[in-house]
């Protein structure tokens, strides 16, 4: 992986998902296109001959030949201290937590550790092609503090915070209503705004998480409503049933968050699986959005997300590796999953909607489609170069292809990791392998 400061033309297929005129997303391709990319933004795009016109002599020029250059994925949903325990054997969600997440999470009171931890992270996102990812540290706030150093050295755009956490949870792990509320306001004013990065409150889940913290959290959300509120919400049944238990006096799991004041512009809740179509609508008019996390879900066997139900309620639907639990740091894995999802449910999603919900869903969802998700000129230069051509069965599957479309479902279904050619993140570029 290298790395080196951007102002380049970019040459390739260029490939983005946009609202259609029906509201469903369709594709748009530029053959023999270019993106002209100056100070970490998209300065000019378009066919090859057009840009090459606009942009200065002498540029550094990226040929990229029929590689598809996509914005960069976003990953709404991911654990930083869970890399070292995914793919853990035979749980469903709560014992999980007990045996693999907690006993993990405990190890980043150490800030070295989490520094360390949060290299190969990030790495890894890059790696993969994601350039935006909203990320839950551990209680401790020096794992954040340690996140948002390493992420700031690397120009990705982050949203990310320490867990609150104070019931329910090994001791260990509790940070009390209090401390945990003055360890949030004290990360928003060191790192919220700060370049690309931003801030989330992040109660773990309402069963974790007393009334008093959960009001204050509400409180400080909203002196801060430009700061984002990220938990967890009707993952499993198991969890239904505790959050009834520990919360009698709300009608649902969603009321909990909706009594305490969290329900708003820039929440975000992961999985979204067990809610009825009434809850869906209210999210959506609240402006919360749902994170979609498949390939957790199909691991601890935790149900079905029922996209084309969020889709017609209108909600704002994100796509999250969830990571430990999710099983691949790769966005396209996570895709091809979606879809099989969505399949089992008898409506699987097109190549656009699919390609949507990891670039420009994600950046709506975050309130961020006018920074990243799109090759618009003015975006924030994050784009990611796929190459089909890198395994022997995408580049048999893909020499069949007869569109941009056939071929970016394969890549869908049929990419990782080994198909980034190339990933640029605001005025960085990395190149996994040689310079292409
Ligand atoms: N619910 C509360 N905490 C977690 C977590 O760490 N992972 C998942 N998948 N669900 C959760
Ligand atoms: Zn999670």
Request: hydrophobic share 45%; with cysteine.
């Amino acid at each position: 992986m290298t790395t080196q400061p951007d102002d380049s033309l970019l040459l390739g297929t260029l490939v983005q998902a946009v609202p259609g005129e029906t509201g469903a997303p369709v594709l748009q391709v530029t053959e023999r296109g270019a993106l002209w990319l100056r100070q970490g933004r998209i300065a000019a795009t378009g066919t090859a001959d057009r840009v090459r016109a606009v942009a200065p002599e002498g540029v550094a020029v990226h040929d990229h030949g029929g590689r598809l250059i996509l914005p960069g994925f976003v990953d709404a949903h991911i654990h930083l201290p869970q890399t070292d325990i995914i793919a853990s054997h035979g749980e469903h969600l709560l014992a999980w937590l007990e045996r693999y997440a907690f006993p993990v999470e405990e190890a980043f009171s150490d800030e070295t550790v989490a520094a360390e931890v949060s290299g190969f992270f990030l790495e890894e996102l890059l790696r993969n092609g994601t350039t935006t990812a909203v990320v839950l540290g551990s209680v401790h706030p020096q794992s954040v503090e340690a996140l948002f150093r390493e992420a700031h050295a690397r120009g990705l755009r982050l949203v990310a915070g320490k867990l609150l956490m104070d019931r329910n949870c090994p001791a260990a792990l509790r940070d009390g209503p209090g401390l945990g509320l003055d360890q949030s306001r004290e990360l928003i004013r060191r790192w919220h705004g700060v370049g690309r990065l931003r801030y989330a409150l992040t109660p773990r889940f309402a069963p974790a998480c007393s009334a008093a913290q959960l009001r204050g959290i509400a409180k400080l959300a909203e002196q801060h409503p430009d700061v984002y509120v990220h938990s967890h919400l009707a993952e499993s049944r198991g969890e239904l049933d505790w959050v009834r238990h520990v919360f009698p006096e709300q009608a649902s799991y969603l009321d909990v968050y909706r009594d305490f004041g969290l329900l708003r512009r820039r929440a975000l809740f992961a999985h979204c699986i067990h809610l009825d179509q009434n809850e869906r609508e209210r999210m959506a008019t609240a402006g919360a959005a749902a994170v979609f996390c498949p390939t957790s879900n199909l691991f601890l066997g935790s149900g079905l997300f029922d996209y084309a139900a969020c889709r017609r309620a209108g909600l704002r639907i994100a796509l999250g590796t969830d990571v430990g639990a999710g099983t691949s740091f790769s966005m396209l894995r996570t895709a091809a999953e979606a879809y099989k999802v969505a399949a089992l449910q008898g409506a699987p999603p097109s190549p656009a909607e699919l390609l949507y919900l990891m670039t420009r869903g994600g950046a709506e969802a975050l309130y961020l489609d006018d920074h990243i998700g799109s090759l618009e000129v003015g975006m924030e230069a994050d784009c990611v170069v796929l190459d089909p051509g890198a395994t022997p069965l995408l580049a048999r599957r893909a020499a069949c292809c007869e569109s941009v479309d056939e071929l970016l479902f394969a890549i869908l279904m049929l990419g990782d990791d080994r198909h980034v050619a190339a990933v640029y993140t605001g005025a960085i570029r990395y190149t996994p392998v040689a310079d292409g």
